[in-house]
């Protein structure tokens, strides 16, 4: 407010003493008088004021015609002028909009948008730092690999750009599949800026992916002085590394550099179990089997694992199973409640042949726990306690479909893989890998039938009650028992030299369907399955002609009592109690009469 009013009050002091002087010019009696070449002119103060005024726009005025002028002659020449300035601001304006559509036709995907407008850009624009830069971005957009490697080359040649020109290098190798390109690629991206977190991730990626893990474990190095990684997991990722460039080093015969540097990564991640076994092995064969043991018995107690109980045998692999069991005591007893330890002891007992321990130690891991190497140590179990056959073929038959346990699975892809790695097979993840139970365990029945062969094999048979003792012996075509599983019956004694006795076979020589009669079977020498009972020969009666063809009945023939007569006679060769087939169609013999007395009606 104070200061509007003292902005009226000057505005009106000025034209105060503008006023005050226009009366005081017009009221003085003085004459300008200007005088040339013999003219004398005589202008009151106001007249002298105007015609300085129009004096005054009239050299400006001059002054503006003659840089015009200087100006036209200057673009004729070809020098810049205001004219050249003027098309080079509205050439600069329309270049950045054309620029700005470019960037967002990149951003939302549309390639051959962008690349009009990259190419409209690089017209308008002088700038092929950024020109050049929306181009590449159009192409790979667009699709046109070759077009974006040309000008990521370019790139290479400005400082300021030469950066991007190696990272927009590098992602390309990495599309063609071309890992060691883009290893050197990224190692020179790496070199100009250190600390760009997206470089340090693809050099890192490419160097375990080329086993570089020397270099891998300095990138790491780098990584965690930065603070881009906690200490925890960079450790951890330092042991795995370190493990891989033992395996190397021990596979190219330095067994000394090998043993410090997985000595070193079990150190570090106690529950690295592959730095431990390989770590053990080093010192076992320095004989050195205490300290063997030690590291062994420590990773144990953090995640026990088949791999380090089979490293711990190695260390005396002659000792008998007793003293296996007694020096294992000492490894069981850092984690005495986990499944892994009661396996073991279960398995180490069945290696001393203490089958009822065995079951104790094992306790219900079958049933809460089925898979194939419980389920197969109950089977060894049931076998060494002297059960039934068909309770060990049961106890096996469930280990076909059960899951195989715990295996080494990524946690990226759920990818399942027999031994340990630094990264995946599948998905390339760096220590992905767990020793756990796979999510995808199947839990349906199969296709294959494989569920039912506890069915097929059956339940235990209870003891036999005792029976009395036999006149005579049991019959050998006795019906056998259907409840044991079928099993290939086994070959008979040799057979006498000479003819074989003619038996009939179930095969009729009747065309496709006619029901067979009994004279329709054919005589082979071989004995067959199905063998019928040959009476003796006795005068057919005259054949019933049959309503209709009805199938043939088999009925097992009533065993006859043996007289004095039967007793001088050799014995036959086939059992009385054999069945015999009979038509219901044809009256029953009373033994007489032969089959090759019957006549078809």
């Known amino acids: 407010m104070l200061l509007s009013l003292l902005k009226i009050l000057l505005f009106f002091a000025v034209v105060l003493l503008l006023a005050l002087g226009a009366v005081h010019l017009s009221e003085t009696g003085q004459m300008l008088r200007l005088e040339y070449g013999g003219t004398e002119i005589a202008l009151t103060p106001v007249k002298a004021l105007v015609a300085l005024l129009v004096l005054m726009v009239t050299a400006w005025l001059i002054f503006k015609l003659l840089g015009l002028l200087l100006a036209v002659l200057r673009f004729l020449v070809g020098d810049e002028t205001a004219i050249n300035r003027h098309f080079a601001r509205s050439r600069e304006k329309r270049g950045y909009a054309a620029f700005g559509e470019g960037m967002l036709a990149v951003a939302s995907g549309e390639g051959k948008l962008a690349q009009d407008k990259a190419a409209k850009a690089a017209k308008y624009l002088n700038q092929p730092h950024l020109t050049n830069l929306l181009a590449a971005q159009a192409a790979e957009t667009a699709g046109d690999r070759t077009r974006a490697i040309e000008i990521y080359r370019d790139l290479l040649s400005d400082d300021r750009t030469r950066f991007v020109g190696i990272r927009g290098l590098m992602r390309q190798k990495l599309a063609e599949g071309e890992t060691h390109k883009a290893l050197l690629l990224a190692q020179k991206a790496y070199a100009l800026k250190p600390r760009h977190k997206e470089v340090q991730d693809t050099l890192l990626e490419l160097q375990t992916k080329e086993h570089d893990w020397k270099g891998a474990r300095q990138t790491l190095k780098d990584k965690r002085a930065q603070g881009d990684l906690p200490k ?91 003293t296996r069991l007694k020096r294992f005591d000492n490894l069981m007893r850092k984690n005495p409640d986990h499944g892994e330890t009661r396996l073991l002891k279960a398995e180490l007992l069945i290696s001393c042949e203490d089958f009822p321990g065995a079951r104790r130690a094992l306790g219900d891991l079958a049933e809460t726990h089925p898979n194939v190497r419980t389920l197969s140590i109950m089977a060894a179990i049931e076998r060494g306690e002297g059960a039934d056959d068909s309770v060990v073929r049961g106890w096996l038959t469930r280990a076909l479909t059960a899951s195989r346990g715990p295996q080494w699975v990524c946690d990226k892809c759920h990818n399942v893989m027999h031994e340990w790695a630094p990264v995946c097979d599948s998905c390339g993840g760096f220590d992905t890998l767990t020793w756990r139970e796979p999510d995808n365990v199947r839990t349906t029945p199969s296709a294959t039938g494989a569920e039912m062969l506890p069915l097929l094999v059956g339940a235990p048979k209870p003891a036999p009650a005792p029976e009395p003792v036999a006149p005579h012996p049991a019959p050998t075509d006795a019906v056998p028992d259907l409840t044991d599983p079928v099993v290939p019956h086994p070959p008979g004694p040799a057979e006498p030299e000479g003819p074989r006795p003619v038996r009939e076979l179930d095969m009729p020589a009747v065309p496709p369907g006619i029901v067979p009669r009994e004279s329709d079977y054919r005589r082979v020498d071989d004995p067959s399955a199905t063998v019928t009972t040959p009476e003796p020969v006795k005068p057919a009666k005259a054949p019933v002609k049959p309503e209709a063809a009805e199938p043939l009945i088999i009925t097992p023939a009533p065993a006859r009592k043996p007289d004095a007569a039967a007793a001088d006679q050799p014995a036959r060769p086939i059992s009385e109690a054999e069945p015999v087939m009979i038509r219901p169609d044809v009256e029953p013999s009373d033994g007489s009469d032969s089959d090759k007395d019957r006549t078809r009606p």
Do not use: C, F, M
Request: proline residues 7%; without cysteine.
């Open 232 to 322: 925890d997991v960079a450790l951890r990722r330092d042991a795995v590394l370190a493990l891989q460039e033992a395996s190397d080093v021990l596979a190219h015969g330095n067994s000394i550099s090998a043993r410090e540097a997985a000595i070193s990564a079990a150190k570090a991640s106690p529950d690295l179990i592959p730095a431990a076994v390989l770590a053990a092995r080093s010192y076992a064969a320095q004989k050195d089997y205490r300290n063997a043991s030690r590291i062994l018995e420590k990773t144990w107690s953090v995640r026990p694992h088949p791999d380090i109980a089979a490293a711990y045998a190695e260390i005396v692999p002659d000792e008998k199973p007793d």
